[in-house]
């Protein structure tokens, strides 16, 4: 724009030489620190090397129990129930006879295709389920209940029946309140919504999804609470200031901040009501099957292989359900 | 306006946090309420007084008609002896496996998923793997030690995960100024270490016991029929008879009621540490004025070394 004066010039020159020389010296300095250091341990360097050594040798004794623990309860198990899948069945067990036959046999079983697929649905259905009515019970606790130490009262009295028996809430929810007698039939009756009682209330598809709904939920409102609690309040204000209604600012800043939480929790019901056994069997009464009733049917008739090969099934259909869970939660946040 | 609205929202929802308790809690309740029944007590409402314990007492006394007494006392002391076994187990397996995560180490991710692995594997499938496992090497499955196995790797990665936390709070520098003043290794762990994160080991060891307390799955397969079974195998035993009594409720009532005391005295212990912590400066202020006087636990630093080599 403007011409600049030879003596600014001259100046400017000057003033970037100054620089230059300074970057340089700060360069050399650099360059030169490790041989200084270097210089003022001198030997003790050895010693520092024989240190390091040493600390890494009681890390490694402080974590062998626990990994031989975690190998031979853990990881054993899911490699023999792999292999046993491809063994050969014998009347008192098996053995090591590689075959495909197992898979042939559970391939062709409809009962099988059906009981997996149901259990398939009963876990989408949990997730979902677990997901909408979840939410709003972390989102009540964080932002709406000022008091932190009444927040974090109220939240373990929530979560508190995490800490007791799957199986005795399982109990509690068939026979005194879903059956055919239970206190949502009587209830609905009393109010003169039914006349008769609703007998698909209790032991079965049903009773199994809602009572799963019950039992799990802590694993969704959890996360989703933790999630939530770090979630920015100045960002939550400034998109209402901006005119933002609660929906958009729900989808548009609540949820991406949030989403952590839901691949987190939405992974956790998943693959635990994918595995679930012992509660199917007293909510379902024997009416319901879950591919973990159906591998126990198998190991009852003495056919550990096909038992086994129904169980690697299921651990396939784990993986692929926790890879889909990660992968939405990755598009979410690409969007 | 937008301050009524808000309002209606918040009630809409506290309305709702209650419903979502009942939900959580309304079977409980249920049951518990129905094993307060008098003789003629089924196990639907309507309740048929009067309101008295006899349910709850032939848990404990044999000598009441149809009492599974034997059973449930059998079952209730294998219950507590697994619990407290696997609470043991998975406090030192978990502090041990922390204590590794402290320092990077090759493999370290690797190892992570494993932990985590152990925590998202069904408990079904940990005990299906271990039955064939055990069989394979031809080695008979029971409760002692196999469900001991299979119940503490759910607890294992939970305890994990409360070390890491507490990890993530602790000041290394203290364990280098009780080197620096001359403690070797095994007496800063023991003096100065350990007290400082013991909440957490017992955070560790409270995991552990109450989900193997509260266990069915893990458990199940593993039976070999002569060892006493479990309280959760004892109840589910109890669901399948034909005739359904409310002692069922009653033993129901009785193990969640233990669980949720054994919640309330963690937290009263956590809270009351805080509160001693808040009072004395905390453990941390303990061990800085310890550095200050050169003085750790009781006895002198300098001392330290040949203490602990003529100690234990």
């Known amino acids: ?335 | 306006m937008g301050g009524v609205r808000k309002r209606i929202g918040t009630w809409g929802l506290a309305t709702y946090f209650i419903i979502f308790l009942l939900f959580i809690y309304g079977p409980m309740i249920i049951m518990a309420v129905l094993s307060f029944q008098g003789r003629y007590g089924g196990i639907t409402f309507p309740f048929r007084g009067p309101f008295q314990g006899s349910w709850w007492q032939s848990l404990v006394d044999a000598n009441v008609p149809g009492s599974k007494a034997d059973e449930i006392s059998r079952s209730a002391v294998q219950s507590l002896k697994l619990s407290a076994a696997a609470g043991a187990v998975t406090s030192i397996m978990a502090f041990g496996l922390s204590m590794a995560f402290r320092r990077r180490f090759r493999g370290d991710g690797i190892a992570f998923y494993l932990i985590m692995l152990a925590l998202m594997t069904p408990g079904f499938l940990v005990a299906l793997g271990t039955q064939l496992f055990w069989k394979s090497i031809s080695w008979p499955t029971a409760i002692w030690p196999t469900a001991l196995g299979t119940n503490t790797i759910w607890g294992i990665p939970f305890g994990f995960l409360v070390m890491l936390a507490v990890w993530n709070r602790y000041d290394d520098h203290i364990e280098e100024a009780s080197r620096d003043l001359g403690a070797n290794q095994l007496t800063t762990f023991r003096e100065v270490t350990l007290p400082l994160v013991w909440t957490g080991i017992f955070g560790c060891f409270l995991f552990g016991f109450t989900l193997t307390w509260n266990d069915y799955d893990r458990t199940a397969l593993l039976l070999n029929g002569s060892e006493a079974v479990t309280l959760p195998i004892q109840i589910f035993a109890q669901t399948q008879f034909s005739a359904i009594r409310p002692d069922l409720y009653a033993l129901g009532s009785a193990t969640t009621g233990l669980s949720l005391l054994v919640i309330l005295a963690a937290l009263a212990i956590a809270m009351i540490r805080m509160k001693l912590a808040a009072k004395s400066g905390g453990p941390e202020k303990a061990a800085i004025r310890a550095e200050e006087t050169g003085e750790v636990a009781g006895f002198k630093v300098g001392d330290a070394p040949t203490a602990a080599a003529s100690g234990d």
Not at chain 1, 54 to 65: E, M, V, Y
Not at chain 1, 95 to 119: A, C, P, R
Not at chain 1, 206 to 222: D, G
């Open chain 1, 1 to 335: 724009m403007s011409s600049s004066s030879p003596t600014d010039d001259h100046l400017k020159q000057e003033q970037q030489a100054v620089a230059l020389a300074e970057v340089e010296e700060a360069e050399q300095l650099s360059a030169q620190q490790p041989h200084s250091a270097e210089k003022a341990l001198g030997t003790d360097i050895s010693i520092a090397r024989d240190r390091n050594r040493k600390a890494s040798l009681i890390t490694f004794l402080w974590g062998l129990p626990g990994f031989v623990w975690l190998g031979f309860f853990l990881v054993a198990p899911v490699v023999f129930i792999i292999l046993v899948s491809f063994w050969t069945r014998t009347d008192s067990g098996f053995i090591k006879e590689w075959t495909l036959s197992n898979y042939g046999d559970i391939f062709h079983s409809h009962t099988y295709w059906m009981s997996m697929w149901k259990s398939f649905l009963t876990s989408i259905i949990s997730v979902a389920a677990c997901l909408v009515f979840g939410f709003p019970v972390a989102y009540f606790l964080v932002m709406k209940i000022e008091n932190q130490r009444n927040q974090i009262a109220l939240f373990i009295f929530a979560l508190a029946p995490f800490w007791t028996s799957f199986l005795i809430r399982a109990v509690a929810w068939t026979y005194p309140v879903a059956g055919r007698e239970g206190a949502i039939n009587q209830a609905l009756g009393g109010l003169g919504i039914i006349s008769d009682p609703i007998s698909a209330l209790g032991f079965s598809e049903l009773s199994v999804r809602v009572a799963l709904i019950q039992l799990y939920i802590l694993f969704m409102v959890t996360p989703l609470f933790f999630m939530l609690s770090q979630v920015d309040r100045s960002s939550l204000e400034a998109a209402r200031d901006l005119g933002g209604n609660g929906f958009r600012v729900f989808k548009e800043v609540i949820l991406p901040q949030t989403m952590p939480g839901v691949v987190i929790g939405s992974i956790f019901i998943f693959v635990l009501t994918m595995g679930e056994y012992g509660s199917v069997r007293v909510i379902g009464g024997g009416n319901v099957q879950s591919v973990g009733t159906l591998v126990q049917n198998r190991i009852s008739a003495i056919q550990y292989p096909q038992g086994a090969a129904s169980a690697v099934l299921l651990i396939a259909a784990l993986i692929v359900g926790v890879f889909a869970i990660t992968r939405f939660a990755n598009l979410r946040e690409e969007l």
